[in-house]
Every structure is written in structure tokens, then in C-alpha cells.
């Protein structure tokens, strides 16, 4: 399988834990993005990378968050002091380099669910 | 600033006929694409069809097509020949040439009947 593989599907964690995820991208791309999807509304940009500088942060991406991306391959998002309003589903994304920016689709990994209690 | 919006929360069609859902955008960038993507309930986010905004021709993509009216600023989605399968969220969003990031709509849940 040569999609975006998103690693645990399902967490469910008490307020207050810890959490990281792990997003390994289609090998030959090179930009790699951090989505947060609430129930019933559409994804929401958190970050993105290209290769292992992480270029934008979305002001959604508080302090509690941090993601990287080391070597410029898989990527972790952690969750540091979970709160319930972190409950969300999370998907990474990637996404080929090409000449034109606004050309190039993303592919989306099957996310990870969180549920924090 | 980027928008997406779709105002259609929940759409309903009959199978193998064809359903229209609605995207309309807001963009101050001349260079910019327009994507639509499906949404099963199994979560992952497959991509279907993407319009350039210097493309003179409307996408295809096998049973679906996008009906761009740039004037307008809408890049509505057609289903022909909806199947059971086609049932999920859809949504649409963009991304322009000043940014990386896609800026999604809300999503239209539809519901194909048999």
C-alpha cells in the first residue's frame, strides 16, 4: 500500500495525558500537512511541511501542540495536557512538489480519531 | 480572505440519476484550484476532481464533472448516475498560489436512494 498511512486510528485518552501520532506520507512527496477535523464541519489547516522545515502554523495550533517532521519522512503531532476540546479527528495529508502550487491535490490518510475523556 | 461555502447541508438523489452539489469560493488570487473531495464514514478523505482557474474546459473525472462558472465564482460538482456507493460527505476547497494549505467548505452530506 502506497497511500498516507495514519498511526494509532483510534486513541482515547484522560484530560490532562499526553498523546502523539504518527503520519507516514506517499514516499516521493515531499510536503506533508496537519488537518483537524470537528464532528460535522469541514478539515481545518493546523500545519504543514516541506521536507523537514515546518513553513506555516495555523493560530488553531496552540502551545500544547508541537508536530515534526525529522529527516523530511513520517511526521508526529503531539498533544501535550489533552483537554476535551481537543476531541477531533486528525489527518495528515501529502501532497507532490510541483511548478504551480495550487495544482498539486493532497492525499489524505484515514486519520486518527481522538477522544479525550 | 479564502472561503469556501456550501449551503447545502444534505442533499438526497434517487439511484442512477444525477445530482448537482453546490461550492461557491472567495479569492483575491487570480491563480488558484478548486477541489472536490468524498468523505465515506469510514473517515479518509478521497480526492475526485480538481479545475485550474485557467482551465477553459470543465474537469471530468469518469462520473464526475465540475461545473466551473468563474464569474460567478462556483465550481459545483456533478454526480451522474449515482450509485448506493456515492453515499458520504462531500466537500469542496481550495487552494490559491499564495498558500500551501486547502481551505475546505462545510461538506454536503448526500444520500443516494435506491
Known amino acids: 500500500d502506497t497511500g498516507v498511512s495514519q498511526d494509532p486510528r483510534h486513541k482515547i485518552t484522560k484530560r490532562g495525558q499526553n498523546v502523539t501520532f504518527r503520519c507516514d506520507p506517499i514516499?516521493?512527496?515531499?510536503?506533508l500537512y496537519w488537518y483537524r477535523q470537528t464532528l460535522g464541519q469541514g478539515p481545518e489547516f493546523l500545519t504543514y511541511?516541506?521536507?523537514?522545515?515546518?513553513?506555516?502554523k495555523s493560530r488553531l495550533l496552540s502551545d500544547r501542540f508541537s508536530a515534526e517532521r525529522p529527516k523530511g519522512s513520517f511526521s508526529t503531532l503531539e498533544i501535550q495536557r489533552t483537554e476535551q476540546g481537543d476531541s477531533a479527528m486528525y489527518l495528515c495529508?501529502?501532497?507532490?512538489?510541483?511548478?504551480?502550487?495550487?495544482?498539486?491535490?493532497?492525499?489524505f490518510g484515514q486519520g486518527t480519531r481522538l477522544t479525550v475523556v | 480572505a479564502q472561503k469556501i461555502t456550501q449551503t447545502q447541508p444534505g442533499m438526497f438523489v434517487q439511484e442512477k440519476e444525477a445530482v448537482t452539489l453546490d461550492c461557491t469560493y472567495d479569492?483575491?488570487?487570480?491563480?488558484?484550484?478548486l477541489f472536490w473531495y468524498k468523505q465515506p464514514s469510514s473517515g479518509e478523505m478521497i480526492f475526485l476532481i480538481y479545475?485550474?482557474?485557467?482551465?477553459?474546459q470543465n474537469a471530468t473525472e469518469g462520473r464526475y464533472s465540475l461545473n466551473f462558472q468563474k464569474a460567478r465564482k462556483s465550481a459545483n460538482l456533478v454526480i451522474s448516475a449515482s450509485q448506493l456507493g456515492d453515499s458520504a460527505m462531500y466537500f469542496c476547497?481550495?487552494?490559491?498560489?499564495?498558500?500551501?494549505?486547502?481551505?475546505f467548505g462545510a461538506g454536503t452530506r448526500l444520500a443516494v436512494h435506491p
Open positions: 495529508a501529502s501532497s507532490r512538489a510541483g511548478d504551480r502550487l495550487w495544482k498539486t491535490e493532497a492525499f
Open positions: 514516499s516521493e512527496h515531499n510536503r
Open positions: 511541511f516541506q521536507n523537514e522545515a515546518q513553513l506555516e
Open positions: 479569492t483575491s488570487d487570480q491563480s488558484y484550484g
Open positions: 479545475q485550474g482557474s485557467y482551465d477553459e
Open positions: 476547497a481550495m487552494r490559491d498560489g499564495g498558500y500551501n494549505k486547502l481551505i
